[in-house]
């Protein structure tokens, strides 16, 4: 894993570091339908706000990532949904998965696949991939400079 600075996205970081670290950490890796759940803020638009304000991306970054909370985040209060680093989710990916006509309120990913989702666009994405919609898969054992993750944790009533 390569060390960022502690207010930076980790990333360089392969799917299955990324699930360890959420279940050490009493967490877990979103499922697709949860992160876009949270990536949508409650809208139906391909972003919450104007990308630029919003978002590290391939026109403003300089080429790296930058400090977590220095884009305005949406109403769900949550930053960097979009840009800055992709994002490992726990799902495995196919291809037209979501794309059958009908969609549960919150549909589980395939059981089984070759390469894991990953979601949100990075420093290095073009602005048309640094939307909500945007769905992206490596294998996971890839690492790289763009990728991430974040943890969830279930709600306690």
């Not at 026109?59 to 909370?69: D, E, I, L, Q, R």
């Not at 985040?73 to 291809?95: H, I, S």
């Not at 073009?126 to 996971?140: D, N």
Request: charged fraction near 25%; charge should be neutral; hydrophobic fraction near 30%.
């Amino acid at each position: 894993i390569f060390r960022q600075a502690d207010d930076q996205p980790q990333v360089n970081v392969r799917w299955n570091e990324a699930d360890n670290y959420c279940r050490w950490s009493h967490g877990r890796l979103p499922t697709e339908a949860e992160w876009e759940y949270a990536a949508r803020d409650g809208k139906d638009q391909a972003r919450y706000g104007a990308l630029d304000d919003i978002a590290w991306y391939l026109n403003n970054s300089k080429g790296t990532t930058h400090s977590v909370g220095t884009r305005s985040p949406g109403t769900y209060k949550l930053n960097d949904m979009l840009g800055n680093a992709f994002e490992w989710c726990g799902d495995w990916y196919q291809k037209d998965y979501y794309s059958n006509g009908t969609v549960d309120k919150d549909p589980q990913g395939p059981g089984a696949g070759l390469s894991k989702v990953v979601r949100g666009g990075s420093w290095n994405s073009l602005a048309a991939t640094v939307r909500v919609s945007y769905r992206h898969h490596f294998v996971p054992s890839y690492r790289a400079s763009v990728i991430g993750f974040r943890c969830v944790r279930e709600a306690t009533p």
